[in-house]
């Protein structure tokens, strides 16, 4: 009995033993589960956290990305930089070569060739000699409504460089030579009104041909840009649009007519333009008025110019110039004058075309300085190469004639003799090569 008794005792022992210890247990599992559960919701609160920083970081990176794709689409960036970037930088070069078919071969009996009124010729250039032609280099800020204030320079170096300073002097005179010519530099700003204004030097509105040796059909310019045209001015000019689709106008106060240099004198030159242009044709109206006399502010000089161009398909372009030049004052080089030319060019292929240039001058005075009652004619054909988008190769072969007065005075040379004023040549003709490169 007492055995069983202890047994018994001792099994309820265990048993409670038993049951503390799983109480125990219990009791540890459910604080390490808690202690868990707050350790999870501690990592996912840092997780929460994390998320919301990278999508800020993300959302950063974006704004930042954009930013900087506009600035690469616009150009836009800051100081220095933003200004280099807005340039526009260009120029050529032009290499000639003239033969005289007259062979006035002496170069002194050719810088005598001057005309019996004593002035250059239209076209005389240096016989049977090769020429640096020019060399031009163009810097310019342009101008839009993003970018409203610009400018630009034009200099340029070389044989017809020394020919283009005194606005009306013939390429291929005595003025010649290697000489710095400054074309252009001026400020330009595009008002809230759409008017551009410039202020400094500026090429004129005048005329067909410019000075640029690639942008004309011919190698050489012709009797109506040589006499009866200025090349630049200095003054202030205003342009735009007109109301009417395709009419623009443009209105400029300058120095004088063809002086880039102030005339010593109070007076000014207007200069104005009205044009329309269409399609495949354009007309331009111009003219200039004002003094053109050192010392002078009474003596006036105005030109009258008409500009028609007609492009009617991509092989065929063609323009017509007329003007007329009166000359109110006192001096010798005083009275009327007028020239017509008109130009054509046929493409016969994307790089290769022909040009055709007729011309007529006459001056009842002597405003040309080759003596009253002058009458010039000439005919320039030119054949242009692109051997590649930079490179341009050009032929040429021009005749002019003349006379001037009723006795028809001789106007060129055809002798090595050097004796002065030894002229017997109603007609020169000239063949001449010109090699272009485009940078």
């Known amino acids: 009995m007492i055995r069983r008794a202890i047994v018994g005792s001792f099994t309820v022992l265990c048993s409670f033993l038993v049951a503390a210890v799983a109480f125990t247990a219990e009791d540890d599992v459910q604080a390490q589960l808690e202690a868990m559960q707050q350790r999870m919701n501690q990592l996912e609160d840092r997780l929460e956290l994390t998320t919301d920083q990278l999508a800020e970081a993300n959302q950063r990176l974006g704004e930042q990305h954009t930013i900087l794709e506009k600035a690469a689409q616009t150009g836009e960036s800051s100081g220095t930089a933003a200004f280099l970037d807005s340039l526009e930088i260009g120029g050529w070069l032009a290499a000639d070569y003239w033969y005289n078919v007259n062979s006035p071969a002496n170069e002194r009996l050719q810088?005598?060739?001057?005309?019996?009124?004593?002035?250059?010729?239209?076209?005389?250039?240096?016989?049977?000699?090769?020429?640096?032609?020019?060399?031009?280099?163009?810097?310019?800020?342009?101008?839009?409504?993003?970018?409203?204030?610009?400018?630009?320079?034009?200099?340029?170096?070389?044989?017809?460089?020394?020919?283009?300073?005194?606005?009306?002097?013939?390429?291929?005179?005595?003025?010649?030579?290697?000489?710095?010519?400054v074309n252009q530099a001026y400020v330009q700003y595009l008002t809230d009104w759409g008017i551009t204004m410039k202020a400094g030097k500026f090429g004129t509105l005048i005329g067909a041909e410019v000075a640029q040796a690639p942008m004309n059909f011919n190698i050489s310019r012709g009797l109506v840009y040589n006499l009866l045209q200025p090349i630049d001015h200095v003054g202030i000019m205003a342009s735009g649009d007109l109301p009417a689709e395709g009419w623009d106008w443009a209105f400029a106060v300058v120095n004088d007519v063809f002086k880039t240099q102030p005339t010593l004198n109070n007076g000014k030159a207007v200069m104005g333009h009205v044009g329309y242009a269409a399609e495949t044709w354009s007309a331009n109206l111009n003219g200039i008025?004002?003094?053109?006399?050192?010392?002078?502010?009474?003596?006036?000089?105005?030109?009258?110019?008409?500009?028609?161009?007609?492009?009617?398909?991509?092989?065929?372009?063609?323009?017509?110039?007329?003007?007329?030049n009166h000359d109110d004052n006192s001096r010798d080089r005083s009275g009327d004058a007028f020239g017509v030319a008109v130009a054509g060019r046929y493409a016969w292929t994307e790089r290769i075309g022909t040009a055709l240039r007729l011309e007529y001058v006459a001056d009842d005075r002597e405003l040309f300085g080759l003596g009253g009652d002058s009458k010039l004619w000439s005919i320039t054909a030119t054949t242009d190469y692109s051997v590649t988008d930079h490179l341009i190769i050009k032929g040429e072969i021009r005749h002019d004639g003349g006379r001037v007065g009723?006795?028809?005075?001789?106007?060129?040379?055809?002798?090595?003799?050097?004796?002065?004023?030894?002229?017997?040549?109603?007609?020169?003709?000239?063949?001449?090569?010109?090699?272009?490169?485009?940078?």
Request: charge should be negative.
């Open 111 to 181: 810088d005598a060739n001057v005309g019996v009124g004593g002035q250059s010729l239209p076209f005389s250039p240096d016989a049977n000699q090769f020429s640096f032609g020019q060399l031009w280099f163009w810097m310019e800020r342009p101008i839009d409504e993003a970018n409203r204030a610009g400018f630009r320079t034009d200099i340029a170096f070389g044989k017809v460089a020394g020919l283009l300073p005194d606005g009306n002097t013939p390429e291929g005179g005595r003025a010649g030579g290697n000489n710095l010519y």
């Open 289 to 324: 008025w004002g003094t053109d006399t050192p010392g002078s502010s009474g003596d006036q000089y105005g030109i009258i110019d008409v500009v028609l161009t007609w492009d009617p398909n991509e092989r065929i372009s063609t323009w017509l110039n007329f003007d007329y």
């Open 406 to 439: 009723k006795s028809s005075d001789d106007l060129y040379i055809d002798t090595d003799d050097l004796a002065p004023g030894l002229y017997t040549a109603q007609n020169q003709t000239v063949i001449g090569a010109q090699v272009i490169y485009n940078f």
